[in-house]
């Protein structure tokens, strides 16, 4: 079993719709990292976290220690938000090593 | 400032093969990783190096080597490709230390082996 899951794996939504993927891992923590994929393959990190609330634009990271989740919203979706999102664990035994989710493929269809 | 460099972007080989992945940062970040990644599968990671000098082994090392003799470079050496590997390869580098940074991500290469 993936020490790291994400849900759903696969999305689709129309234009302007509310996303949420969520994220769960089973390892002690110290952060909580959220990646993009485009469709041509470079990955972006868009946050890190390791409690409560992070916002950047239309893009919003939460995360609840004690139930070992986290979750990605983005509002307003836009066709150009098209893409892998990838949640990767990081752990708290003082190494840098990420265990990585398999990703959500996101379509927004115009 | 160009962030994290691989090299070449697509590469196809024959079994038996070697060849080196080239992975270049200019930020003098001390922590950087290799990983593979396949369908359906996360990203695993292959061989990581926390300063110039120091490597250990990931999740998937075997076939694989690597060497930091710089801040900057991090190759990674397919010994005697096999179809297996056949995979995307990404390097990624970050600031390490007591404080979680983010991690900075290459463009990939995608090998094919034959």
């Known amino acids: 079993k993936n020490e790291v899951e994400q849900s759903p794996q696969n999305l689709t939504a129309q234009e302007g719709e509310f996303i949420t993927i969520n994220c769960s891992y089973s390892?002690?923590?110290?952060?909580l990292h959220w990646l993009q994929q485009h469709p041509g393959g470079g990955i972006v990190s868009l946050f890190m976290?390791?409690?409560g609330k992070k916002k950047h634009g239309r893009l919003i990271a939460t995360i609840n220690i004690q139930e070992k989740h986290s979750s990605l919203h983005i509002t307003a979706s836009h066709p150009r938000d098209s893409a892998v999102y990838i949640c990767a664990a990081r752990s708290a035994f003082g190494n840098e090593k990420l265990t990585f989710g398999t990703g959500t493929r996101l379509t927004i269809i115009p | 400032n160009a962030g994290v460099t691989q090299t070449p972007k697509f590469q196809v080989l024959k079994t038996g093969q070697s060849m080196t992945l080239q992975c270049a940062q200019d930020?003098?970040?001390?922590?950087m990783s290799w990983y593979r990644q396949d369908p359906g599968m996360g990203l695993r990671l292959i061989h990581y190096?926390?300063?110039?000098?120091?490597?250990d082994q990931g999740e998937v090392p075997n076939g694989y080597n690597v060497s930091r003799s710089t801040t900057e470079d991090f190759p990674l050496r397919l010994l005697s490709a096999a179809p297996s590997q056949t995979s995307v390869y990404f390097c990624?580098?970050?600031?390490?230390?007591?404080?979680?940074?983010?991690?900075?991500f290459g463009d990939g290469t995608r090998l094919s082996i034959l």
């Open positions: 190096s926390v300063g110039a000098g120091i490597t």
């Open positions: 990624a580098s970050s600031y390490s230390g007591l404080y979680n940074q983010p991690q900075h």
């Open positions: 976290l390791s409690s």
């Open positions: 930020m003098n970040h001390e922590y």
């Open positions: 390892v002690g923590i110290s952060a």
